[in-house]
């Protein structure tokens, strides 16, 4: 080694020892557990505050940078429903309706197995009637005195089925069409504390340890054990629609991607980007194996197979004013439904395809 690189060797040697026993010195004197000051600042306090708000700041850029990409999932999600729509509105004819009946007030339109048709007003006073000819007939309501609500639960073959509360008690009833009588009978009455009930279908159910138990108006699930479901594999179960038909539970979720999926041998989940519930109606005649799906927003019918599990898609053409569409009824290849628009509710029909 040269005299030059020996000394430069000692002289590093010297400083950094130095600088070593200097900052001992420093360690020594110093109060124990006491935090160093942070680089550049003489103040603690203020260079908490500053890291703070710098926190702050990138905190709500991040949440803003979010927001702004679920927005612009948002958009592409609508845009491939609507692209979806569109290729399926270039591809089919549309259902074209025609006004049968404009209702005077909105009237609850129920359509029977032998192609009756039913008017109900569930305000009070309650009124049940029918057409027979040129004339109306009555329904008597006598067993919905003093009862404050009275809501129409869907129809079994020629029978049409309503629900009334009060408290925690509930009474079904059955409407009666016969040559001499238009009345209803009360079939069954229950405290409401543990059941459940289907949408626009005469059926309760209740839950007991991730399986559901289903049964009819006028069976009481303290004396029989009704049809078991067994929904342990569903997550988030609160986010379905539900529907029983044919021994079967359907559930319904609004997804981006649609799929169908057998989780049982008698539970199915059936999901797509066309059954948000708030634009959508159901219509699952028992004695038919297919349900009906209304989407009202983008004027669609979602049919779905029940024996082989595949699904179809019609297009039609509501009213220009109308907002809420609901079939009525389906039946000899006619489909009848109710458009609810700023000129009230009308029923229409249309031919459905064979």
């Known amino acids: ?39 550049g600042s003489t103040n603690p306090q203020d260079s908490q505050e500053r890291l703070e708000s710098e926190f702050e700041i990138l905190n709500k850029e991040l949440i803003d940078e979010i927001e702004r990409k679920n927005e612009r999932i948002h958009k592409l999600e609508k845009m491939l429903i609507e692209s979806a729509i569109g290729a399926l509105h270039s591809v089919t004819r549309p259902l074209v309706f025609k006004e049968q009946d404009k209702l005077s007030k909105p009237l609850i339109c129920i359509q029977l197995e032998n192609c009756n048709m039913l ?21 008597d309501l006598k067993l919905l005195e003093g009862e404050y609500d009275c809501s129409y639960r869907g129809t079994v073959e020629n029978h049409a089925y309503f629900s009334t509360f009060r408290g925690k008690i509930i009474k079904f009833f059955r409407a009666l069409i016969g040559n001499e009588e238009f009345c209803i009978e009360q079939i069954n ?16 159910f209740i839950e007991r340890s991730k399986e559901w138990s289903v049964y009819q108006y006028h069976e009481n699930y303290s004396e029989s054990d009704g049809q078991s479901f067994d929904i342990s594999q569903i ?3 609160s986010k379905y629609e539900r529907h029983y038909h044919r021994g079967m539970l359907y559930l319904f979720r609004e997804t981006v991607t649609a799929a169908i999926r057998k989780v049982n041998a008698k539970v199915v989940t059936v999901e797509g980007p066309l059954l948000d ?13 297919f349900i009906y799906i209304v989407n009202s927003e983008h004027n669609v019918i979602i049919i779905l197979n029940t024996v ?27 489909i009848t439904m109710a458009f609810d628009g700023v000129r009230g509710r009308c029923l229409s029909t249309a031919k459905m395809p064979e």
Request: proline fraction near 8%; glycine fraction near 6%.
């Open 119 to 139: 008017y109900f007003d569930n305000v009070k006073p309650f009124e049940l009637f029918t057409n027979v000819g040129d004339s109306l007939a009555n329904a």
């Open 235 to 237: 997550d988030l179960l």
């Open 277 to 289: 519930a708030d634009v959508t109606s159901f219509y699952a005649p028992p004695n038919c194996e």
């Open 189 to 204: 009455e229950m405290r409401t504390t543990e059941l459940s009930l289907f949408k626009n279908e005469p059926l309760y």
């Open 1 to 39: 080694m040269q005299r030059s690189e020996v000394g430069s060797a000692k002289s590093l040697h010297f400083i950094t020892q130095g600088a070593y026993s200097h900052s001992m010195q420093q360690r020594q004197h110093k109060p124990y557990g006491q935090p160093a000051a942070p680089v």
């Open 308 to 334: 082989n599990l595949t699904v179809s898609q019609l297009c039609y053409e509501p009213p220009s004013d109308a907002s809420n569409h609901t079939i009525v009824g389906i039946h000899q290849g006619v």
